[in-house]
């Protein structure tokens, strides 16, 4: 039986949108088993069932303003730390939280700790190809690490292509560099060290550089970039779909009878284009190079995202996708 480690206090919405997740997604998954680490009053008044959950109590909660190190070596019976060293001890598979991205990060590293042979593990997110076709592709690293040496981004076009061939089941994925041009010889110092790196390894199917322009066509399955970059692409790509989503809103509600009418009318349509819009489909960010699977979901995440993020983590678990990381790089370190 696998076991999830979740930080049941982690989070905006904390902790009803995460048990209410956790609940529909144990009874989606009954061969998984949670460890919901909290305050067991909070939860309880929630939980409608303790089928497969089992709740630990703690003291602490680690919040969106607590400084990320130092709140993970001081709260030590704070929930996400605590869900850590359950994964640390092998008493659990993998850990999952909504709460503050700096300190699982930390927790991710730092407790749990990475693979041998990676030299920073990284935060991979999946989001939306707006095409008629649909699909995801992923984007590595999307904010673990504000400063990168162009072997780090060799090995996250490694890892990048083990997670889509493993828990997207994507043959040969096309792996592409994010630049600022698609010209092998533009880019900086970092990208063009990175691109010769890359293209020299056989076992990836680079497609070469990509511009952010084009990553929401469908012109790659992986996006590789520095964390800096990656996490600035990232916050720009979700705040565009909010704002454009609220402008078309906006529009709709100042145009008078006939526009609500109109909109009224549209509203089937536009909420396919909000639904394809939304990366809480594909789960959380996974914070690849750990020894377990780290997954962080939104903040603001509801039930129905803490749900996906759960079958994201399965599909990983299922998938043994640490085992091939590990070996890979057990092998060439």
């Known amino acids: 039986m696998k076991k999830i480690a979740v930080d049941a206090m982690g989070g905006d919405f904390a902790p009803q949108s995460v048990v209410e997740g956790i609940e529909k997604a144990r009874n989606k998954y009954p061969d998984l088993r949670f460890m919901l680490f909290g305050d067991e009053q909070k939860i309880r008044k929630i939980l409608t069932s303790d089928k497969n959950i089992e709740i630990i109590q703690t003291t602490e909660v680690i919040d969106m303003n607590d400084e990320p190190v130092k709140a993970i070596r001081r709260k030590k019976d704070s929930s ?29 590293l730092l407790i749990v700790g ?31 690490n504000a400063d990168n040496k162009p072997e780090q ?22 792996i592409g560099l994010l630049n600022n041009g698609t010209e092998p010889h533009k880019g900086s110092k970092l990208t063009l060290e990175a691109h010769n790196l890359i ?18 066509k469908g012109v790659c399955d992986v996006v590789v970039a ?23 809103k906006d529009t709709i ?12 009318l549209l509203k089937p349509s536009i909420m ?20 377990a699977p780290v997954v962080k979901a939104h903040g603001a995440s509801d039930a129905e995202t803490v749900y996906y993020t759960v079958k994201q983590i399965n599909d990983m678990l299922e998938n043994d996708m640490l ?11």
């Open 80 to 108: 996400l730390v605590r869900a850590a060293y359950a994964v640390k001890e092998g008493k659990a598979d993998a850990l999952f939280s909504c709460g503050n991205t700096g300190a699982l990060l930390a927790a991710g």
């Open 114 to 144: 990475r693979i041998k042979g990676i030299a920073r593990p990284g935060l991979l997110s999946t989001l939306p190809v707006l095409t008629k076709e649909g699909g995801a592709f992923n984007l590595l690293d999307s904010g673990a």
């Open 153 to 174: 981004l060799y090995q996250y076009a490694l890892l990048g292509k083990y997670y889509a061939e493993s828990v997207r089941n994507i043959k040969n994925p096309r």
């Open 199 to 216: 293209a020299a390894d056989s076992s990836i199917n680079f497609v070469g550089n990509v511009e952010s322009k084009d990553i929401l």
């Open 226 to 248: 520095d964390g800096f970059t990656g996490n600035a692409v990232l916050k720009a790509i979700e705040g565009t779909a909010g704002t454009a989503m609220h402008l078309l």
């Open 253 to 264: 509600m100042s145009a008078g009878l006939l526009g609500k009418i109109g909109g009224l």
């Open 272 to 291: 396919k284009i909000r639904n394809k819009m939304s990366a809480s489909q594909y789960g959380g960010a996974v914070l690849l190079g750990a020894k």
């Open 323 to 333: 085992s091939k990381f590990t070996d890979y790089f057990n092998k060439n370190v």
